[in-house]
């Protein structure tokens, strides 16, 4: 699969590529995505850094459109440098890369403002899903980790009617929950990215919730999916 084929990003022919830092202590890891994400026309490597105080100065200086983030840094953690670089630069999209997987390290690190939580060793068709999924405004979970990241976050409303759901909504759903973007849900089940962001939101509606990682907690806590 090639990297441009599995990275849908719905830029304008002319747009500039994605400004991107990375910020990984691990010299071989750093340099591994650097030559993946380099390689793709609509990425762009600004800067790197190796522990969470410089990766926060480079955000600050850079102004990324998109950080990759390790957890596990030195001098300051990746959950502590993600909530600074979220409140200084609201815009500045962050993908969380990481091999922590406990639940506690997972939700406080989607609790810091990550838009996207990888895990170390995926495919860099999936790492680019989830920079995908993140540019796009969605919450991406790895599909490893989504189910037990979601019995651990705040229990659903249930004034949702999730008895409405159409049957092609409930397909879209599915595959939310196992951590799909727009782009590939649209690809799985052979509809138009527009057509998805419809039922995307239809689906949000219905169930009475604010983003895609709460319709997944519904989904699950009521044996929708």
Not at 25 to 41: I, K, Y
Not at 182 to 195: D, F, M, Q, R, V
Not at 197 to 224: E, P
Request: aromatic letters at 2%; a negative charge; one cysteine or more.
């Amino acid at each position: 699969m090639s990297l441009e084929s599995s990275f849908p990003l719905n830029l304008a022919v002319n747009a500039s590529p994605l400004r991107v830092l990375i910020v990984e202590d691990d010299p071989m890891m750093q340099l591994g995505l650097e030559q993946s994400l380099s390689a793709h026309p609509q990425l762009e490597i600004v800067g790197q850094a190796e522990d969470g105080y410089l990766g926060v100065q480079a955000a600050l200086k850079l102004k990324p459109d998109l950080v990759v983030m390790d957890i596990g840094l030195p001098r300051l953690d990746g959950i502590a440098a993600t909530q600074q670089i979220k409140a200084a630069l609201p815009e500045t999209h962050v993908v969380m890369l990481t091999s922590h997987k406990t639940d506690t390290e997972i939700v406080a690190a989607l609790s810091s403002g990550a838009d996207a939580y990888c895990i170390k060793g995926a495919s860099v068709e999936r790492l680019l899903s989830a920079i995908a999924a993140a540019v796009e405004g969605a919450t991406y979970l790895d599909p490893q980790i989504a189910r037990r990241v979601i019995e651990n976050l705040k229990p659903p409303t249930t004034s949702g009617n999730t008895a409405n759901l159409s049957q092609r909504e409930l397909e879209v759903l599915k595959l939310m929950v196992e951590g799909y973007s727009n782009p590939e849900i649209a690809e799985k089940l052979y509809l138009s990215p527009n057509t998805v962001k419809t039922h995307v939101r239809g689906i949000m509606n219905k169930l009475s919730v604010d983003d895609r990682v709460q319709a997944a907690v519904v989904a699950l806590r009521s044996g929708l999916v």
